[in-house]
């Protein structure tokens, strides 16, 4: 599974949101790809304010701080998938 947070390098946020998802990536195993929204300016327009944005293959996960019920929710539902 892959999860994939928008991100900002001076966005305090950004970088509580990327620490805390290290112990379910630990748990779980999924790949986290972080991207700079500022590097791409459709990607700016459309998560400016809302950054950090976690997301997955269905979309928003959640934004500004982790919902670990929401995150639990569907990486229990990705590993039902998977067996």
Known sequence: MKLTLMFRDYCSLCH???DALAPWQARYGFTLDIVDVDSDPVLEEKYNELVPVLLDEEGEICHWHLNEA????RLAAHAGEIR
Do not use: I, T, Y
């Open 16 to 18: 509580a949101m990327r």
């Open 70 to 73: 929401v995150l639990a929710e």
